[in-house]
């Protein structure tokens, strides 16, 4: 059916297909992963690939996740699509897709309660163990979809399955360092404006978030991309200080950056192992 590109008739079919085998999390994390990246590229139109984006994004979270509650593995492809999908770089209507979310799909700041379905407000979800721990200022901008992506990730890594959990813990990661370098929306109608730019505010509760992950994904790595963010905020503070806001945003900060993460860990790879027991 979707070779002849009669794509609602296919997904109402794999609707039936998932329904028959409800408890079977790889039904649902293919039937959404095909739609958010199959499906939604074939349309020309910004707002019918964001539609298809939303869909895949809804099975996952409104009949996946119901009928496999524990199931870490729906988490971590939840937190995908809102952090590869829509955060990241891969669709050409990435833009456009950061955008209509900033404008549907989450508030702006604060320790607010994003827009789930009504079945998982009556849950004990943990939003506010989440923004207690990891956001107690208000500071995580919800237009930013990496904050979501970040709260289901940590969803999925506090389940009991260790691998899985392995799996979040580094979606996690990737999320709180997305959150710190371009996680501070501006945000716009009129004229149509999405901007991101370094969260410094965030910054002490993502350094916890990412020791929590390194507890299940690795220590050392994780030290050492919080010895490179406290570089980053030392050099995007400055950039503040003498009022050069556009360049947190440019490609020389982008590059020292870079270069600093490949320097530690070239240095890493140089020491011997006295240097090493030493440190």
């Not at 109402?12 to 590229?41: G, H, R």
């Not at 050409?92 to 607010?112: E, K, L, V």
């Not at 109608?189 to 350094?207: I, M, Q, S, V, W």
């Not at 950056?257 to 011997?272: A, D, H, L």
């Amino acid at each position: 059916l979707q070779d002849r590109e009669r794509y609602c008739e296919g997904v109402q079919l794999a609707d039936w297909v998932a329904k028959l085998e409800p408890e079977s999390p790889e039904i649902w994390a293919y039937l959404a992963w095909n739609m958010a990246y199959n499906i939604s590229i074939v349309f020309p139109d910004p707002p019918d690939r964001w539609r298809w984006v939303q869909n895949g994004l809804r099975l996952l979270r409104d009949d996946g996740l119901r009928y496999n509650p524990n199931n870490p593995r729906l988490f971590s492809e939840l937190a995908l699509i809102y952090q590869h999908k829509i955060g990241g770089p891969l669709d050409d209507y990435g833009a456009p897709y950061r955008w209509y979310y900033a404008q549907t799909n989450a508030p702006a700041t604060g320790n607010g309660i994003p827009p789930v379905p009504d079945y998982m407000r009556a849950e004990t979800l943990g939003w506010e163990e989440f923004n207690r721990r990891y956001d107690p200022e208000g500071a995580l901008d919800w237009r930013a979809p990496e904050a979501m992506a970040a709260y289901w990730a940590w969803r999925g890594m506090r389940l009991d399955s260790p691998f899985q959990a392995r799996q979040c813990a580094r979606m996690f990661v990737h999320c709180a360092i997305d959150l710190f370098r371009r996680g501070r929306v501006v945000y716009s109608t009129k004229p149509l404006t999405y901007l991101r730019l370094p969260n410094l505010a965030a910054g002490e509760g993502l350094r916890r978030a990412l020791n929590d992950a390194g507890k299940l994904f690795d220590d050392e790595v994780v030290n050492a991309i919080i010895r490179v963010m406290d570089d980053e905020m030392k050099m995007f503070s400055f950039a503040l200080e003498n009022r050069k806001p556009f360049a947190l945003a440019s490609a020389d900060v982008k590059d020292a950056i870079e270069r600093s993460v490949r320097q530690r860990f070239q240095n890493k790879r140089r020491r011997g192992p006295e240097e090493k027991q030493r440190d």
